[in-house]
Nanobody, 121 residues
Framework: QVQLVESGGGLVQAGGSLRLSCAAS????????MGWYRQAPGKQRELVAA???????NYVDSVKGRFTISRDNAKNTVYLQMNSLKPEDTAVYYC???????????????WGQGTLVTVSS
C-alpha cells in the first residue's frame, strides 16, 4: 500500500503563496485519484482539490482560481500550489490517494500525516 508524506506547510501572510508537496512511496501513475483535503479547527475535513489518473481536476469553489493541483509521475509527487492565501485557508492539509471501483466506491484509501498551513491577516 502506498505511503504519503506531505511537506511545504508553514506560516504565511495573507496574499502570499505556498506550495505543498505529497511524496508517495511508489509510483502514482496508475492511482485512480489523488487529492488534497484540509481540516480547520472545529470543522470537518473538506476536499480542496483532486486529480484523476487521467488528469481531470476538481476544486472546492472557495479555492478556484487561487489553488492548482498537479502531479509529477516521474517524482511520484503531487503538488498543491496555493496563491493569494487568505486567513480562512488556515488548516491542516492532508494528501489522499485512493482507487475507485466501477460502482464509484472508494477503496485502498490512504492518507498522509498532514501539514499545517497558517495564514496571518
Amino acid at each position: 500500500q502506498v505511503q504519503l508524506v506531505e511537506s511545504g506547510g508553514g506560516l504565511v501572510q495573507a496574499g502570499g503563496s505556498l506550495r505543498l508537496s505529497c511524496a508517495a512511496s511508489r509510483s502514482i501513475f496508475s492511482i485512480s485519484a489523488m487529492g488534497w483535503y484540509r481540516q480547520a479547527p472545529g470543522k470537518q475535513r473538506e476536499l480542496v482539490a483532486a486529480m484523476t489518473s487521467g488528469g481531470r481536476t476538481n476544486y472546492v469553489d472557495s479555492v478556484k482560481g487561487r489553488f492548482t493541483i498537479s502531479r509529477d509521475n516521474a517524482k511520484n509527487t503531487v503538488y498543491l500550489q496555493m496563491n493569494s492565501l487568505k486567513p480562512e485557508d488556515t488548516a491542516v492539509y492532508y494528501c489522499n490517494a485512493h482507487e475507485v471501483a466501477g460502482t464509484g466506491d472508494r477503496y485502498l484509501e490512504v492518507w498522509g500525516q498532514g501539514t499545517l498551513v497558517t495564514v496571518s491577516s
